[in-house]
């Protein structure tokens, strides 16, 4: 099975926090058939892990995941 991960580096860990709860919620969402995520955060630094049934899977949801963390890194955080 193909498998990549990146990884996103944010400006305060609030806001890495922020980000990694907001995609915490969709990566245990029964929708997600064809790959299997996984997310790690370490201080400001978020990884995200994708194994999924072929290269094209794989790159369809790294592709997704890029675009929410690029709106979610755009939205205002209290506290951020």
């Given at each position: 099975?193909p498998?990549l991960?990146?990884?996103?580096s944010?400006?305060?860990?609030?806001?890495?926090?922020?980000?990694?709860e907001?995609?915490?919620?969709?990566t245990g969402?029964?929708?997600?058939?064809?790959?299997k995520?996984?997310?790690?955060l370490?201080?400001?630094?978020?990884?995200?892990?994708?194994i999924?049934?072929?290269?094209?899977a794989c790159?369809v949801?790294?592709?997704?995941?890029?675009k929410l963390?690029?709106?979610l890194?755009?939205?205002?955080?209290?506290?951020?």
């Amino acid at each position: 099975m193909p498998s990549l991960s990146f990884s996103r580096s944010f400006s305060s860990a609030s806001k890495a926090r922020a980000v990694y709860e907001s995609l915490s919620l969709e990566t245990g969402k029964s929708f997600e058939k064809r790959s299997k995520t996984t997310l790690s955060l370490k201080n400001t630094q978020l990884r995200v892990s994708i194994i999924a049934d072929d290269a094209h899977a794989c790159e369809v949801s790294r592709a997704s995941y890029a675009k929410l963390i690029d709106y979610l890194d755009n939205l205002e955080t209290p506290g951020a």
